[in-house]
């Protein structure tokens, strides 16, 4: 980085921010990483720091850049497993939370307007005074925002029956690289079939046409109860096979998730903190489907009894007895409400450090998928963790799929092995026509990597992105780009 | 015991650095009004890991960030990690590579010079049967002190209060670890009831730090005020108004008194209306971890929100059982008033209790 153009840059952005704009190095290092394993003494330090407090200020901050020609990073929840928010090119970083007023609740149109850097737990949180709430809720919600979710199309609890953040999204403005603001979408109408779907790029496009500030969401009323079941099945097929079924019957679910046995563990920290042990599993049990149900309390009552009823009868499958089990299950993905001081996350990686690879496979392909994880997994000398399906998509079995493995951290060789066992799930999902990354987006793991899944289509990705920023200030890198996958040139 | 430095928390840092989950951000009262990562938890402990990795070399900045802190472990409940352990450990950094605030220097040096960090202005003797532990804020403060006393006498609990030197709390928790070392020797030659059964305090921090740092057998007055009511069923006046409880965070989440300050209230016929953030995550008055001492306006920011936190559950009493939060509760309230219209007073268990047991 040039450094007479930052301090050029900086000069003016104090002029606009004052406070809210610094290079202090120690605000810039509490801004050097997200969720993405990173080995010991790797930092990304940004330049300048900023937070602006709305589009106008993002707009101002976004001529400096272009002026200067230095990169813009947005920076929301940090909770990323991608390397998307880091400054991996230095630059301006933006600290979008600063972005954080709901801007209308509509209660008649059912819709709320907020600026991008509300974190979801606490826009859901004032929804639910007007007994509404935002369906869209990945497990990292308390720190996550509305922006990033949009900005990485990160998966939701409860995809299955609200799909994730674009089912929700009506509109939203962002200011790109051209420090222009534009709102794109349908206003707060559903649908819009004139003009190109710009909304549409917004989603999963990481910073890197520019930064969102405001967004217009579809929200829905709080269901009046709510019930969770869990049942152990037989195959991993079988539970994608059994959630078409319970789909097929009529059955509304609210959130379905299905694990390997091994990844049990993981969702069962409120189990082990009451019991002092592990969950004990029946050894014909190779997975379990989690399932959430909401609404009317006599519906779902009914719900509850139709899908066990589906789910023993004909697939063999056994309810779990022990609801703690799944309590914990539903503690991890939804209330996140741990005991106190007891809090399962930093439990969970004392050690080692959660990684995964986040496919998309057909449906049909999850035994497959799963064993050949277990070989990439033992190739690359991955620990492994389990696998998680997630139904993103509203009323079909999908398959959104975390295969986790414990990541050593300790030394950069071993992190490098942990992106090899990315690239080779990654070839693997694209073999069995999935896709590399259903929630988790390129970041700085994938890009150019990612023309084996998108061949010549990269190439209009990257004239796209020179539209909205032609002066590749934004969030440069990212996306056709990685330092941890090597890869063949571009096609031209 | 070893006093652990920043060096002795390093799987602890790099446990939250590969972990991130922000649970201890966006509620983090400093945090909520600077904007900056580094004023959260989660941020302090990637500051943390560029001490540790040479990175980022200790500054009177730096320091400056880590004394806007309060200490007030919302963090660390929403944790699995010890992080005011940690975070005091950063401060002690910074007091080693010589970047401490003089505010904090000059308590420091008075507290093991004269024994206290406030001027003794209360008559504390009492002969009574039971060890009370009465702390400097309380010393400070006559009218408080006695009210808490007469309170307890009517109720059968006689203090014994002898010589007594600072506790230490603000020693350590503005990094002077050394320091807290000499005034734990000062506290142990000076303090009488060292051997007693039971020792009853009356300041929340002080509890804290006498059970966790010096393993005295302590019990908060309230306690057992709440448990002399108990025994006498009733015998209390109806004071029947409306208002919220403030959980001190020492008395709350560090001790887990919870339960006995609301028990009280409700015997005295007030009807509690709960904050939403109260118990385990209720947040901080403002005036925790030496905050007020470096960054009053900072300290007053943060009681305003806790004030506003009561009128938006529309009660217009705040009661309280700390010397700490209730006087900082109470300008907070007052400056609000200025600019919303609406005064939450802010009244001390202790006083009501006096009023019900005229």
């Avoid at chain 1, 499958?317 to 939804?334: F, I, N, R, T, Y």
């Avoid at chain 1, 084996?452 to 990269?458: D, K, M, P, S």
Wanted: one cysteine or more.
């Amino acid at each position: 980085m040039n450094t007479g153009q930052v301090d050029k840059a900086f000069a003016e952005l104090r002029e606009i921010l004052g406070d809210r704009a610094t290079t202090s190095p120690v605000h810039r290092m509490a801004y050097t990483r997200d969720w993405s394993p990173r080995y010991r003494g790797m930092n990304d330090l940004p330049d300048i720091v900023v937070i602006p407090n709305d589009t106008q200020e993002m707009i101002r901050i976004t001529r400096v850049a272009y002026r200067y020609e230095i990169p813009l990073v947005p920076f929301a929840g940090g909770t990323g497993m991608g390397g998307g928010a880091v400054a991996w090119k230095g630059g301006i970083l933006v600290e979008t939370k600063g972005l954080n007023r709901i801007l209308e609740i509509d209660r008649e149109n059912m819709t709320v307007t907020v600026q991008s850097g509300i974190t979801i737990e606490v826009l859901n949180h004032e929804l639910t005074r007007h007994k509404l709430w935002l369906p869209h809720q990945p497990e990292s919600k308390r720190a996550c925002t509305i922006g990033a979710s949009i900005g990485c199309d990160n998966d939701s609890t409860f995809g299955i029956r609200y799909g994730k953040i674009r089912d929700c999204l009506l509109n939203a403005v962002i200011v790109t690289g051209r420090a222009e603001a534009i709102r794109v979408g349908q206003r707060k109408a559903s649908f819009s079939s004139t003009g190109y779907k710009l909304l549409d790029l917004l989603v999963a496009s990481e910073g890197t046409l520019g930064t969102i500030t405001e967004a217009t969401l579809r929200v829905v009323p709080l269901p009046e109860t709510r019930q969770i079941r869990g049942y152990l099945c037989r195959s991993l097929n079988d539970t994608a096979k059994g959630l078409e079924r319970l789909l097929g019957s009529g059955l509304a679910i609210e959130s379905a998730h299905a694990n390997c046995r091994n990844r049990l563990h993981f969702y069962t920290h409120s189990y082990r903190e009451k019991y002092g042990r592990e969950p004990k599993l029946p050894a014909w049990a190779e997975a379990i489907l989690f399932l959430s149900f909401a609404g009317d309390r006599d519906i779902v009552d009914f719900t509850v009894d139709k899908a066990a009823q589906i789910m023993v009868d004909e697939f063999k499958a056994e309810p779990v007895g022990e609801q703690e089990l799944v309590e914990g299950w539903w503690d991890s993905k939804h209330r996140l409400d741990f005991v106190p001081f007891k809090q399962k996350w930093p439990d969970s990686q004392r050690h080692k450090k959660f990684g995964a690879a986040d496919l998309g496979l057909p449906v049909g392909r999850l035994e497959e998928g799963y064993h050949r994880y277990l070989e990439i997994a033992e190739k690359w000398d991955q620990e492994i963790l389990g696998m998680t399906i997630y139904n993103e998509s509203p009323n079909k079995a999908t398959a959104s799929i975390s295969f986790a493995v414990f990541v050593d951290d300790s030394n950069e060789d071993r992190v490098r092995q942990f992106y090899q066992y990315v690239r080779e799930m990654s070839e693997m999902a694209i073999a069995l026509d999935g896709t590399m990354s259903t929630y988790i987006g390129d970041g700085d793991r994938l890009g150019g990597f990612n023309q084996l899944e998108h061949g010549l289509g990269l190439k209009y990705m990257r004239r796209i992105k020179g539209i909205f920023d032609p002066k590749n200030i934004m969030n440069p890198g990212k996306k056709f780009q990685s330092r941890w996958i090597e890869y063949h040139q571009e096609m031209t | 015991m070893k006093r652990k430095n920043l060096r002795d928390y390093v799987e602890d840092i790099y446990t939250c650095n590969r972990t991130r989950c922000g649970f201890c951000r966006e509620q983090c009262p400093v945090y909520h009004i600077k904007g900056y990562e580094t004023y959260s938890c989660r941020g302090k402990m990637l500051v943390g890991r560029g001490l540790i990795e040479n990175t980022l070399s200790p500054s009177m900045e730096m320091a400056q960030i880590l004394d806007q802190c309060l200490l007030c472990g919302l963090c660390q409940a929403r944790c699995a990690l010890n992080t005011l352990d940690i975070i005091t450990s950063m401060r002690q950094q910074m007091v080693l590579d010589g970047f401490s605030t003089p505010i904090h220097r000059g308590n420091v040096e008075r507290i093991l010079k004269e024994g206290y960090l406030l001027d003794a202005r209360a008559d504390t003797v009492r002969e009574g049967q039971v060890p009370l532990y009465v702390g400097c804020v309380y010393r400070s403060k006559p009218r408080e002190l006695a009210t808490a006393l007469s309170v307890l006498e009517r109720l059968d609990i006689h203090p014994l209060i002898g010589d007594e030197t600072c506790c230490g709390y603000i020693v350590e928790a503005t990094g002077f670890g050394k320091e807290f070392e000499a005034v734990q020797e000062q506290f142990k030659k000076t303090y009488q009831q060292f051997n007693a059964p039971e020792i009853l305090t009356l300041c929340p921090t002080c509890t804290a730090t006498l059970k966790e740092k010096y393993g005295l057998p302590v019990k908060h007055a309230i306690v057992a005020v709440a448990e002399q009511l108990r025994r006498r069923q009733g015998g209390v006046k109806s004071l029947g108004f409306r208002a919220t409880y403030h959980d001190p965070c020492h008395l709350g989440r560090m001790v887990g008194i919870f339960e006995e300050p609301r028990e009280i209230l409700r015997q005295l016929d007030i009807q509690l209306v709960e904050m939403e953030n109260n118990r385990y995550f209720s947040t901080c008055c403002g005036g925790g971890g030496g905050i007020h001492a470096v960054d009053p306006d900072l300290s007053i920011e943060i009681a305003k929100n806790r004030v506003r936190d009561a009128i938006r559950v529309g009660v217009e009493t705040i009661v309280t059982v700390c010397p700490t939060c209730e006087p900082t509760l109470l300008r907070a309230a007052a400056r609000l008033a200025g600019e919303v219209g609406i005064f939450v007073d802010v009244q001390s268990l202790w006083d009501l209790l006096d009023k019900a047991l005229e």
